[in-house]
Nanobody, 121 residues
């Protein structure tokens, strides 16, 4: 059973930065693709981006391209979401999820508990 734990959320000013971490249990974590999702109050959950377990390819939704970066450190069994130039519309609870491939990440069986990101002056 794979367990995911997010950390790193908090309050940032518009234009600021935050880095979220998704720590996975077990050595198998390195083989999983990991996606980041977010859900704002009153809105549906949306995908932010994903990194493949096979080759490290990354994918992002258009609204975060050039501002968000997903990287993984397999030695630490952790995937990071580096968020730059934050905007108020980035405010949401952020979740990570793990599945065999990014193509099916929305069907992931393994999810973290979520971490709040608030962008406000």
């Amino acid at each position: 059973q794979l367990q995911l734990v997010e950390s790193g959320g908090g309050l940032a000013q518009p234009g600021g930065s935050l880095r979220l971490a998704c720590a996975g249990s077990g050595s198998i974590f390195r083989h999983y693709s990991v996606g980041w999702f977010r859900q704002a109050p009153g809105k549906e959950r949306e995908g932010v981006g994903c990194i493949e377990g096979s080759d490290g390819s990354t994918y992002y939704r258009d609204s975060v391209k050039g501002r968000f970066t997903i990287v993984r450190d397999n030695d630490k069994s952790t995937v990071y979401l580096q968020m730059e130039n934050l905007k108020s519309e980035d405010t949401a609870v952020y979740y990570c999820a793990a599945e065999r491939a990014c193509a099916i990440i929305t069907e992931a069986d393994f999810w973290g508990q979520g971490t709040q990101v608030t962008v406000s002056s």
